[in-house]
């Protein structure tokens, strides 16, 4: 990873994105974006696609999402503590002692999730949830909080910011999938790089609101009307305790690029990919997923009459928490493995089963 992505990483990952309040990140993204695209659209909510070739009528698409879970102020109470709700999949078992940022018309107020002491807890020890999880913003009383520009529906995002361990992993929140994100501005930039001409159009998206039901990805699915959809997210590492690889699946972070079986999943896509990875000898690991895929696949895959559509997960660690660590081999064969695609991929290539 030279400077100049390692600047955009950790600048695009640090910024807040909530779901619903994603602008501020999709601006950063665009302007990396920018001398490596021809052309790009947006939509009324905030989702943007970098287009290479458009006006080319095969359409490639390679996704990420741009989104990262939050909470709201759901309630204040007169003696100025703050209630919320989920943002998406936020935890309520990871809130208490976190810092957090609350997001205001007059800029970020400082607050943190207290819980109380060990001492008063002993005879009956209560788990955090949303009953009971609240802010404390140093306010004494409910109309200094609105004075501070605190109201029902300010957005609050965790403070954590990204680091490195070890040397050999990336942690912070919300790589869950603005890494994502990051890989797919960095296939765009390899292939401007690289001098590639595409024989069709590449619109690299980066959607909004996926952590709330793939919602962004299904209006730009509808609006580009791709005839191939490439997207990543994060899947589960399952190494670490408390997994259950019966049930969860047995992939690694640092194993690889993980590719899905599931009814949402193109085979004769999926194939071309692992062919693809094969023969550039990237390591990858597989995973079959139940039903749906739960990712932004879905929502490409069962538009219009269908979209050849395929998922490169990043195996991720601790997942919708502030500690989400992934292996930075990985990220890098995750942009491997989606450029080596892209560039393999013929003009019209028909991916039907039955022609």
């Not at 909530?18 to 602008?23: H, V």
């Not at 039901?213 to 699915?221: F, H, I, P």
């Not at 997210?233 to 899905?260: E, W």
């Amino acid at each position: 990873m030279d400077s100049k992505s390692k600047e955009f990483l950790y600048k695009y990952l640090n910024n807040a994105s909530p779901t619903g309040f994603e602008s501020s990140g999709q601006e950063i993204w665009l302007d990396y974006m920018k001398p490596h695209i021809d052309s790009y659209i947006t939509d009324t909510y905030g989702s943007v696609a970098g287009i290479i070739n458009p006006e080319s009528e095969y359409k490639v698409v390679i996704e990420a999402h741009a989104d990262e879970i939050s909470w709201f102020v759901n309630y204040i109470t007169e003696e100025g503590y703050i209630y919320v709700i989920r943002n998406g999949g936020s935890d309520h078992q990871i809130a208490p002692s976190k810092r957090v940022n609350i997001h205001t018309k007059k800029g970020i107020v400082k607050g943190v999730f207290g819980w109380p002491a060990i001492h008063v807890r002993k005879d009956k020890e209560e788990a955090p949830s949303l009953k009971n999880i609240f802010i404390d913003v140093g306010a004494e009383s409910k109309d200094e909080v609105l004075e501070m520009g605190i109201h029902v529906g300010s957005v609050i995002t965790f403070e954590d910011e990204l680091t490195e361990l070890n040397g050999k992993f990336l942690c912070g929140r919300a790589l869950d999938n603005r890494i994502g994100g990051f890989m797919i501005a960095e296939v765009a930039r390899r292939i401007k790089e690289n001098g590639i001409k595409l024989p069709f159009g590449l619109y690299v998206v980066n959607a909004v609101q996926e952590e709330i039901g793939l919602r962004g990805a299904e209006m730009m699915a509808h609006r580009i009307a791709p005839d191939v959809a490439i997207v990543t997210d994060v899947c589960h590492d399952t190494q670490s305790p408390m997994y259950n690889k019966k049930t969860s699946g047995d992939n690694k972070a640092g194993g690889g690029p993980v590719l899905s079986y599931g009814p949402a999943i193109q085979n004769n896509l999926r194939d071309m990919i692992i062919d693809v990875a094969e023969k550039n000898d990237i390591p990858f690991q597989r995973l079959a997923l139940s039903r749906a895929t739960g990712t932004d696949t879905d929502a490409f895959a069962y538009s219009r009459d269908g979209v050849a559509s395929a998922l490169i997960s990043l195996p991720l660690k601790y997942m919708h928490t502030t500690v989400e660590t992934a292996s930075l081999a990985d990220i890098e064969n995750v942009i491997n493995l989606i450029y080596n695609t892209v560039i393999t991929i013929q003009d019209r290539q028909d991916f039907r089963y039955i022609k």
